[in-house]
């Protein structure tokens, strides 16, 4: 079994930044998929990110291109997103997962089989 652990949310102002940490406790992970997924009340988890830990290739969600970057450390066995421009539509909590399958288009939550406890991110205005 994979576990995940996310740290870094916390409370920010719109237009600031914060970079959030994934740490799992798995043996050879590089062949691995880490998504991240963001949850705001009432609203259906979202895939943001992922990247292929094999060859740390990524992919992003529309609503977080170009704002949002998604990297990993394999020697660590953590994934960050460095989140800048945030605003208060980014407002949610947090989720990293990881699966066997696929980093291809929006990451879909029923491809992940394991999943961090989640972080707050709260962005005022």
């Known amino acids: 079994e994979v576990q995940l652990v996310e740290s870094g949310g916390g409370l920010v102002q719109a237009g600031g930044s914060l970079r959030l940490s994934c740490a799992f406790s798995?043996?050879?992970?590089?062949?691995?998929?880490i998504g991240w997924f963001r949850q705001a009340p009432g609203k259906e988890r979202e895939g943001i990110s992922c990247?292929?830990?094999?060859?740390?290739?990524?992919l992003y969600a529309y609503s977080v291109e170009g704002r949002f970057t998604i990297s990993s450390d394999n020697a660590k066995n953590t994934v960050y997103l460095q989140m800048n421009s945030l605003n208060p539509e980014d407002t949610a909590v947090y989720y990293c997962?990881?699966?066997?399958?696929?980093?291809?288009?929006?990451?879909?939550?029923?491809?992940?089989?394991?999943w961090g406890q989640g972080t707050q991110v709260t962005v005022s205005s």
């Open positions: 990247i292929r830990e094999r060859d740390r290739r990524t």
């Open positions: 798995t043996f050879n992970s590089d062949n691995y998929v």
């Open positions: 997962a990881a699966t066997d399958s696929f980093c291809s288009g929006l990451p879909l939550a029923y491809e992940y089989d394991y």
